[in-house]
């Protein structure tokens, strides 16, 4: 499946979006999950157990 992510700003940092694919063993929220974090990481932030509020899921396909 496909998805485009959609997050809002937060006090720490700007909003993010991302399309995103599921696979490799994971669902795409986690693997959304690991992609903000890794931006996170980027910008020296500590890693998020959750998305931020108002995190938006919008799917593009569902795939085969």
């Known amino acids: 499946m496909k998805v485009r992510l959609i997050v809002p700003p937060t006090r720490e940092q700007g909003s993010f979006t991302s ?3 599921d696979g490799y063993g994971m ?3 986690e693997i959304a999950l690991a992609g903000y974090n890794s931006n ?3 910008d020296g932030l500590p890693p998020l157990s959750r998305m931020p ?3 938006q899921y919008i799917i593009i396909s569902k795939g085969e």
């Open 19 to 21: 399309v995103i694919t």
């Open 27 to 29: 669902t795409y929220r």
């Open 53 to 55: 509020n108002g995190t």
């Open 40 to 42: 996170r990481a980027h």
